[in-house]
């Protein structure tokens, strides 16, 4: 059965992304073009990560949506979904907009749908009995019925114009592996929510270790069977964080970028007890339940996944993040916050925003030249109508864009800012996914 959207068989991954232009799929059409950027993407995962690069497909397709998705199609979300190997034995399924994955057993069905999660399905799988089928919906949020037996081809390597793809299991050696040795026990089952091992520390640590994750077992081989293209908080109090105006600062010489940090858990935990972090807000927890923004992957304080499935509930909201000054100064984002080279008596100020004191001989910055509103989960950024104006840069692009005045601009990490002859860089405040 023939369908319009692209596919793509890539180190043994599957990839689908839809197609929702008019007409035949294009090479220059976006669904293509994404389709490329994502199969680059899985064979350098496959390449570091040989034996399961699962996990690593699902960080660097979060990675991928927050940095280049605009980019290749503006305004518009692009539908996709990955299925590769798990390094725990199962199939790890990755899901962004209109797309399902189904799996197949003997006489059941299990669905993943990415319409139904507030950014990304992120889950790892038992391998099923029958198949693994991913789908793009139809306008409808249809997807089409999965094949009752195998077809006559399949997709080794490349790219093609389908509906979905079907990998289904091979029967010979899952009735192998299924079977139970003489002398052991039968295989534990795969979890459903991944927690990737933590890197060990590279130097002594005083504080207890945190426990290593469980259930980590040998990869197999499911993404090696034949694939066919179908149709359609406990820490003690810092001193500095008791007050927000004293908020943790750091230089670093002349290289912007923050060294590591190892009481950045710390320092989180206690700006929030000490600070006004009593703003709640609709999030997701993480595994080690630490309230994070429903629309990422990860959890925003500890770089852990997030289930994406969970229901919504009212949490106490973290830092956002942290400016990066072009000396290396750093401010972790607390609270509202109005930056100029004398915000401290300014009229925002007064009105309880804390005051961002940046020094500069240009004479270009206004007293108080900019403010930052922490809004839900979005850091804005508002140009308060300065003499020579607010610039930004999109990670990524190389012009700079200036801001209307007193419209708000959301940042994303990499984002800079040019405020005077200074330069300033949004950064998350939690560490890379798993340290």
């Known amino acids: 059965m023939l369908g319009t959207h692209a596919v793509a068989r890539v180190a043994g991954a599957v990839i689908v992304v839809a197609h929702r232009g008019p007409g035949r799929l294009a090479p220059d059409d976006t669904a293509a073009i994404a389709l490329e950027s994502l199969a680059a993407l899985v064979r350098g995962a496959a390449e570091e990560q040989p034996n399961g690069p699962g996990a690593l497909v699902a960080r660097e397709a979060t990675r991928w949506l927050?940095?280049?998705?605009?980019?290749?199609?503006?305004?518009?979300?692009?539908?996709f979904g990955v299925l590769s190997a798990a390094d725990n034995g199962g199939v790890a399924i990755f899901?962004?907009?209109?797309?399902?994955?189904?799996?197949?057993?003997?006489?059941?069905?299990?669905?993943?749908?990415?319409?139904?999660?507030?950014?990304t399905v992120d889950r790892v799988a038992s391998e099923p009995a029958k198949a693994v089928a991913l789908f793009a919906d139809d306008t409808k949020g249809r997807i089409p019925d999965l094949p009752s037996e195998r077809g006559i081809g399949w997709l080794v390597e490349g790219i093609a114009q389908?509906?979905?793809?079907?990998?289904?299991?091979?029967d010979v050696r899952s009735r192998v592996r299924t079977a139970?040795?003489?002398?052991?026990?039968?295989?534990?089952?795969?979890?459903?929510?991944?927690?990737?091992?933590?890197?060990?520390?590279?130097?002594?640590?005083?504080?207890?270790?945190?426990?290593?994750?469980?259930?980590?077992q040998p990869a197999t081989s499911l993404m090696d069977a034949v694939t066919s293209a179908t149709g359609p908080a406990h820490a003690a109090v810092d001193p500095y964080a008791a007050d927000p105006h004293h908020a943790e600062t750091r230089l670093a010489g002349t290289n912007p970028a923050p060294e590591p940090d190892p009481d950045l858990q710390r320092r989180l935990e206690s700006t929030a007890k000490a600070t006004v972090l009593t703003v709640k807000v609709m999030g997701f927890k993480c595994a080690r339940a630490?309230?994070?923004?429903?629309?990422?992957?990860?959890?925003?304080?500890?770089?852990?996944?997030?289930?994406?499935?969970?229901?919504?509930?009212?949490?106490?909201?973290p830092p956002l993040g942290m400016l990066v000054l072009d000396d290396g100064m750093t401010y972790l984002l607390a609270a509202d916050a109005v930056i100029g080279r004398d915000p401290e008596h300014s009229e925002a100020a007064q009105r309880g925003l804390v005051p961002l004191?940046?020094?500069?001989?240009?004479?270009?910055?206004?007293r108080a030249h900019a403010e930052v509103h922490l809004v839900n989960w979005d850091v804005q950024l508002v140009d308060r109508g300065s003499t020579n104006g607010t610039r930004s840069r999109l990670p990524g692009y190389r012009d700079w864009i200036r801001l209307t005045p007193n419209q708000p601009m959301v940042l994303v990490p990499g984002t800079e800012v040019m405020i005077g002859n200074?330069?300033?860089?949004?950064?998350?405040?939690?560490?890379p996914p798993f340290g």
């Open 95 to 119: 899901l962004h907009g209109a797309v399902t994955a189904v799996l197949a057993g003997d006489g059941t069905a299990e669905y993943y749908r990415g319409s139904d999660a507030a950014f």
């Open 180 to 216: 139970d040795p003489a002398g052991q026990g039968r295989r534990p089952p795969v979890p459903t929510a991944r927690i990737d091992r933590e890197p060990s520390p590279a130097q002594p640590d005083s504080r207890p270790a945190e426990p290593p994750a469980t259930g980590m």
């Open 162 to 170: 389908a509906g979905g793809a079907v990998m289904w299991s091979n």
């Open 422 to 431: 200074r330069v300033l860089r949004y950064e998350p405040a939690a560490p």
């Open 66 to 79: 927050m940095k280049y998705a605009e980019q290749i199609s503006p305004g518009t979300p692009i539908d």
């Open 357 to 366: 004191r940046v020094d500069d001989t240009s004479g270009g910055m206004s």
């Open 290 to 317: 630490h309230p994070s923004d429903p629309r990422a992957a990860f959890c925003t304080v500890c770089g852990m996944p997030v289930d994406q499935t969970q229901a919504l509930a009212e949490v106490v909201r």
